[in-house]
C-alpha cells in the first residue's frame, strides 16, 4: 500500500545552518506530495507541495522536490532560524475516486537553537 | 477564502464520559472530511473521512464515532471516554478539486 517515511528526528541545528529532512513515498500511480508544518499546540500548516514529477515546491526559503525515480521528496531550507523551530510531516494524496486519501511520515521535530 | 473551525480548544472529561467534538467548514462545498488523532509526540492517525452527508467511513476500529449531519459539519462522538483516547484530534477538509488538505487548529483531549 501507499506509505510515507520520514528521517526521525529530533534535528537540532544553529541558526543559520543547512536544513534537510529526508522523505521517501510508496505509492502506486502518480501521487502528489506535500510538506506540512506544526507548530506547538496547532493544527497542521501546508508548506509547500508538488503534483508531478520534477516539480519543485517552495515557500518561506524551503524547497522540496519531486524525484520519482528515486520516490523522494526531502525538504530543504539553506538557512534556518530559530522561528522555523517545530514538527515537520511529509505527506502524500492518493485519489481514490471521489475520496482523496492522505498519507503522512510520522513527522520530525526540528529544533533551531541561537 | 475557506476556513475550518474546530471546538472546544481543550477538554477535560472523566473516564466513562460522552464526547462530542465539532468541526466545521466555511468557504466550499461538499469537501472531504476527516477526523485525525495525534498522540503526543508521535504521528497523525486517520480515524474517520466523509465524502458527503451521512457518508461516514472508519478506517480503526474504536470507541469513537463520527456524523455528518450537514455538508460541512463534522462530528466526533463517544458514549463513554477510555483514558487511551486522550489526545489532539485534528480535523481536515480536502476539496475534489484542490490536491492539498487544510487542517484545523485541534482540540487537546485529556481523559482523567
Known amino acids: 500500500g501507499d506509505s510515507v517515511t520520514q528521517m526521525e528526528g529530533p534535528v537540532t541545528l544553529s541558526e543559520e545552518a543547512f536544513l534537510t529532512i529526508n522523505c521517501t513515498y510508496t505509492a502506486t500511480g502518480y501521487p502528489s506530495l506535500f510538506w506540512y508544518v506544526q507548530y506547538p499546540g496547532e493544527g497542521l500548516q501546508l508548506l509547500l507541495k508538488a503534483t508531478k514529477a520534477d516539480d519543485k515546491g517552495s515557500n518561506k526559503g524551503f524547497e522540496a522536490t519531486y524525484r520519482k525515480e528515486t520516490t523522494s521528496f526531502h525538504l530543504e531550507k539553506g538557512s534556518v532560524q530559530v522561528s522555523d523551530s517545530a514538527v515537520y510531516f511529509c505527506?502524500?494524496?492518493?485519489?481514490?475516486?471521489?475520496?482523496?486519501?492522505?498519507?503522512f511520515g510520522s513527522g520530525t521535530k526540528l529544533n533551531v537553537k541561537p | 477564502s475557506q476556513t475550518i473551525h474546530q471546538w472546544p480548544a481543550t477538554l477535560v472529561q472523566p473516564v466513562g464520559s460522552p464526547l462530542s467534538l465539532e468541526c466545521t467548514v466555511e468557504g466550499t462545498s461538499n469537501p472531504n472530511l476527516y477526523w485525525y488523532r495525534q498522540a503526543a509526540g508521535r504521528g497523525l492517525q486517520l480515524l474517520f473521512y466523509s465524502v458527503g452527508i451521512g457518508q461516514i467511513s472508519s478506517e480503526v476500529p474504536q470507541n469513537l464515532s463520527a456524523s455528518r449531519p450537514q455538508d460541512r459539519q463534522f462530528i466526533l462522538s463517544s458514549k463513554k471516554l477510555l483514558l487511551s483516547d486522550s489526545g489532539f484530534y485534528l480535523c481536515?477538509?480536502?476539496?475534489?478539486?484542490?490536491?492539498?488538505?487544510?487542517f484545523g487548529p485541534g482540540t487537546r483531549l485529556t481523559v482523567t
Open positions: 505527506a502524500l494524496r492518493s485519489p481514490r475516486g471521489n475520496f482523496n486519501k492522505f498519507y
Open positions: 481536515a477538509w480536502s476539496g475534489l478539486a484542490g490536491v492539498e488538505q487544510y
